[in-house]
């Protein structure tokens, strides 16, 4: 059966002399195709045959099997993002990020905000507050969300003075007990991270400081309520001191 399908390639593996195998994660998860012969320099297939290529593929499809590559075309270069060290280690934390993710929950719409995501990035929006907005999104599909409307411990919608790492929500000022406190803008705009789609972004204005605050609580939750190591986001906070 032939079918066309968007995706962006997360992996790919030598096969035989000039052809390779490709994992595709496309809206319906990951397909594996061979494309043959993408290795020689004058193949149609060469240019989308590579990791990280974001295109339109039309494959020769088998359910459960590996499926064979016909053509394709490139939807976006992310010329932007792969001419820049630390964009690409972005894109390479992000797409390894949606893979663990998608393992535990296939919904389609991880796909659609992991493609909203990369496409801001290549129009140059920080990476660091799209990689945030995108992790506090996710959390959804690892039913883990922060509570962001009231306090998680007494469930008031006012006087909400903190957010708990511990409990995993707002804490309002009579339920404080020594917890970090944070800036209010903090609390508003991890709120408005979560809330914002990601498509009508325009600007982002956001001090250095309130985006550094925020980072720092989205790794310390991840950390303790996902249960997800993603190695290359190690060579993030290595070379340009996030998280």
Same mark, same amino acid.
């Given at each position: 059966m032939l079918k066309t399908v968007e995706g962006i390639v997360v992996k790919e593996t030598p096969f035989k002399e000039n052809s390779k195998i490709l994992s595709i994660y496309t809206k319906d998860g990951l397909i594996s195709v061979v494309s043959k012969g993408c290795k020689n320099l004058k193949s149609p297939l060469r240019v989308i045959s590579n990791k990280l290529s974001y295109?339109?593929?039309?494959?020769?499809?088998?359910?459960?099997?590996?499926?064979?590559?016909?053509?394709?075309?490139? @939807?976006? =270069?992310?010329?932007? @993002?792969?001419?820049d060290l630390i964009l690409i280690s972005y894109l390479i934390y992000l797409t390894d990020l949606v893979i663990q993710i998608s393992k535990q =929950?296939?919904?389609?719409? @991880?796909?659609d905000l992991y493609i909203s995501t990369i496409l801001k990035i290549e129009e140059g929006f920080n990476p660091l507050i799209l990689s945030?907005?995108?992790?506090?999104?996710?959390? =959804?599909?690892?039913g883990v969300s922060i509570n962001y409307n009231e306090c998680i411990k007494c469930g008031k919608s006012d006087d909400i003075v903190t957010i708990s790492l511990n409990d995993g929500g707002y804490i309002c000022k009579n339920c404080y007990d020594n917890e970090i406190v944070y800036d209010?803008?903090?609390?508003? @705009?991890?709120?408005?991270?979560?809330?914002? =789609?990601?498509?009508?972004?325009?600007?982002?204005k956001i001090s250095d400081k309130v985006i550094n605050d925020i980072n720092d609580i989205i790794s310390s939750y991840y950390d303790d309520y996902t249960g997800i190591y993603i190695k290359s986001k190690d060579f993030i906070k290595r070379n340009i001191n996030i998280g």
């Open positions: 295109a339109s593929f039309t494959i020769y499809y088998n359910e459960n099997k590996l499926s064979t590559l016909k053509e394709g075309k490139i @939807i976006n =270069d992310l010329i932007h @993002i792969k001419s =929950d296939e919904s389609p719409e @991880i796909y945030n907005i995108l992790e506090l999104k996710l959390l =959804d599909y690892l209010s803008k903090v609390l508003k @705009i991890m709120k408005l991270y979560h809330l914002v =789609d990601i498509n009508t972004i325009k600007e982002l």
